[in-house]
C-alpha cells in the first residue's frame, strides 16, 4: 500500500545552508537548557547571559582613527611628501644638509594655532607653512641659528584679564628683543616682524610612533640646542660671540579678549584639515 498519503512517507529535512555545520548560538543554549532543567533557573539565567555577551578591550583607547584622518598631513604620504619637496628646495636653493624636521604647532602673538612643518640645518631654521590638501609650500621663514639668543620652555601664561587662555607646554625661540619691537607690529595680527616664534606640541603626536617621534618638543629641542651652539662657534671665530641661553620659565602671550584666536583655534583653521561634505 502506498504511503505517498500518510505522514509516514515524509522525512524531516534541516533548513541550514550548506557549511553551516558549526552549531548555532541558539543551539547551544537549548542544549544546556535541556542539560540544566533539574537545576536552579536563576543559574540557567546567568549562564545564558555568558554564552552570548562580549567583551573587547582595544590595545590604545585613546587612538582614533577617524579623529586622525582629518588632518591632512596624517594621511599616508603626506608628510613624506613635504618634507621631501623642501628638502628639494633648500638643496637648490643653499645647499645645506638637513638634520631632521619636525610638524608642530606655532602659536603666534595673537594665540592663533598654526600647523607648520620645521627643518634643522647646519647654518639655519626653516618654518615652513605647507598645504598639506594641494601638497605645496605656501610660506617659508629662514632664521639663522647664528642668531638666535634665547630658548624658552615653560608652561603658558596670559594676563589676568585674558579671556582665552590655553594649557600646556610651550618652546619660545628668540632671535630678537621684544623691547625693540614696535607697537604697530604688537598690535598687528598678520605682523611678520616679530622677532620670536612660539611653538607647542601637535594635537596628532599621540597617532603613531612616527607622529609621537616629529611632533614633540623635547626631541626638537635636543637638536636644536646644539646646533644653536654650533653655529655660535662658529660665527664667534667672525668677531661675534653671542652666547645662547637656554631657560626654564613661564611663556607670555599677551592676548585679552582673544575672540579671533577663539573662534580660530575652536574650528581648527591653521590646520589643513578636512571639513566635510557641502552640498547635498
Not at 43 to 61: A, C, D, E, G, H
Not at 180 to 185: A, F, K, M, R
Not at 231 to 246: F, I
Amino acid at each position: 500500500m502506498s504511503t505517498i498519503g500518510s505522514f509516514e512517507g515524509f522525512q524531516p529535512v534541516s533548513l541550514k545552508q550548506e557549511g553551516d555545520d558549526q552549531p548555532s548560538e541558539n543551539d547551544h543554549l537549548s542544549t544546556e537548557e535541556e542539560g540544566d532543567s533539574g537545576k536552579d533557573p536563576g543559574r540557567r539565567q546567568i549562564s545564558r547571559q555568558q554564552s552570548v555577551t562580549k567583551s573587547t578591550l582595544y590595545p590604545n583607547p585613546y587612538h582614533q582613527p577617524y579623529v586622525s584622518r582629518k588632518y591632512f598631513a596624517t594621511r599616508p604620504g603626506a608628510i613624506e611628501t613635504a618634507v621631501e619637496d623642501l628638502r628639494s628646495h633648500i638643496a637648490q636653493t643653499s645647499g645645506e644638509n638637513v638634520q631632521g624636521f619636525w610638524l608642530l604647532t606655532q602659536i603666534d602673538h595673537w594665540n592663533n594655532e598654526k600647523e607648520k612643518v620645521l627643518l634643522l640645518t647646519d647654518k639655519t631654521l626653516l618654518i615652513c607653512k605647507y598645504d598639506f590638501i594641494m601638497l605645496s609650500c605656501v610660506q617659508m621663514q629662514q632664521v639663522p641659528l647664528s642668531a638666535i639668543c634665547r630658548i624658552c620652555l615653560g608652561k603658558f601664561v596670559f594676563p589676568v584679564m585674558s579671556l582665552d587662555k590655553r594649557p600646556g607646554d610651550g618652546l619660545r625661540i628668540c632671535w630678537g628683543s621684544t623691547e625693540g619691537q614696535s607697537l604697530l607690529s604688537r598690535w598687528n595680527p598678520w605682523s611678520t616682524e616679530v622677532p620670536y616664534a612660539t611653538f607647542t606640541e601637535h594635537p596628532m603626536k599621540d597617532t603613531s610612533e612616527k607622529f609621537l617621534e616629529i611632533c614633540k618638543l623635547s626631541g626638537f629641542m635636543s637638536k636644536l640646542v646644539p646646533a644653536v651652539e654650533r653655529a655660535h662657534k662658529n660665527s664667534a671665530g667672525s668677531g661675534r660671540g653671542e652666547e645662547l641661553m637656554v631657560l626654564t620659565q613661564p611663556i607670555l602671550i599677551e592676548t585679552y579678549t582673544g575672540l579671533m584666536s577663539f573662534i580660530g583655534n575652536r574650528n581648527k583653521l591653521g590646520y589643513s584639515l578636512a571639513r566635510g561634505s557641502i552640498g547635498f
